[in-house]
């Protein structure tokens, strides 16, 4: 694992704390369409050249393409939020005897998240572990919930003037469900990292249970873990004894204006040529006061148990906030493939903490009896190889 020079250190925290000029953002948002065009032009091409990329059966003629939700039509939007409740209706395949509290198929999936989140956050894996952990939710929507289309993302910086009003959130049946009914009087969001100073985030709108869109109904089963509170402390447990409770969400703009805005999403991209620059200041680097794009999204969701870095899969905008996180990796990727494509950095614990081996291309993971098979960080990589075959608009 790589140490930063004090010089190093100081220019990332530069990075990750530059403030975004609201003036500019648009600009930023033609920026990061351009750069997206472009590394779909560079990952359809190396497809092509059949020299130079590994044996795959993925061409130009059966690649997925996936969109951002606001683009796709109130169909497709309302088809995939059906397959997500068909999922959480369909029976788990985690024996009780690992995880007591698991009761679906969707709990599956935030199970191995509970049990891996120390070796799949600011690790080597990271990346490749949530796009691998991602597609195979894709897949399981797919194969068992007879979902016909791709996974979507959410696109932070168009939503980073007004998130609760974004079509992701606004409620609606096209949505992702809206925001938790509102609870005053709540103070900032404090995140707690031991060795490094609080972070305080301000409170979004709402906080209490989602009472509209699909997912009003929704029973979230596991978890606490630890989970932050609003004025300091947190609620922690195990995450994995049976707690049925609704989903609860603090969506606000402020958040998602501070940390996942389009010039946020250009500067990290454009910034960072080095795998473990771009990987840390992604996820926010510890005591430079930024949570990163990665933070950005999941504390502009916010709530319960989407604050939870644990159990934040329970919510099911999770997919479409780690989709984005894997496009802009992917857009990373493709904007010099020679050198960033197989480009890895970290160990195979949270922060190197115990110490690890270095991950390596030959480093093997699992996401348990969420699907998939174990497999190498080498087949990980591209997103037109090994298991794969998707791009994104």
Known sequence: MRLLTPVSFALLIAAALAAPRPDDDSNALALLDQLSQEASDNALAALANTTTKRATTCTKSNISVRKEWGTLSAQERIAYTNAVLCLQGKAALTPTSLIPGVRSRYDDFVGTHINQTLNIHYTGTFLAWHRYFTWNYEQALRNECGYTGTQPYWNWGLSSSNTPASPVFDGSATSMSGNGEYIAG??????????????????????????????????????????????????????????????????????????????????????????????????????????????????????????????????????????????????????????????????????????????????????????GTSIAMSELMSTTEGPFCYTYE
């Not at 958040?255 to 805005?261: K, T």
């Open 186 to 371: 709540r103070g900032p969001l404090v995140l707690a990292l031991e060795s490094y100073p609080d972070l305080y985030l301000p409170a979004g709108t709402g906080g209490g249970c989602v009472t509209s869109g699909p997912f009003k109904n929704m029973t979230v089963n596991l978890g606490p873990v630890s989970l932050p509170l609003n004025g300091g402390g947190s609620l922690t447990g195990t995450g994995l004894d049976y707690n049925p409770r609704c989903l609860k969400r603090d969506i606000g703009t402020a958040v998602n204006q501070l940390y996942a805005n389009c010039t946020s999403i250009v500067n990290l991209i454009t910034q960072n040529n080095d795998i473990w620059d771009f990987e840390m200041v992604m996820q926010g680097i510890p005591g430079s006061g930024s949570i990163g794009v990665h933070g950005g999204g999941h504390y502009t969701i916010a709530g319960d148990p989407g604050a939870d870095v644990f159990t934040s899969p329970g919510d099911p905008a999770f997919y479409l906030h780690h989709s984005m996180i894997d496009r802009v990796w992917w857009i990373w990727q493709n904007l010099d493939l020679a050198n960033r494509q197989n480009a890895i950095s970290g160990t195979g614990t949270f922060l190197n903490y115990p110490p690890s081996a270095n991950t390596t291309l030959d480093t093997v993971i699992n996401i348990g009896y969420a699907g």
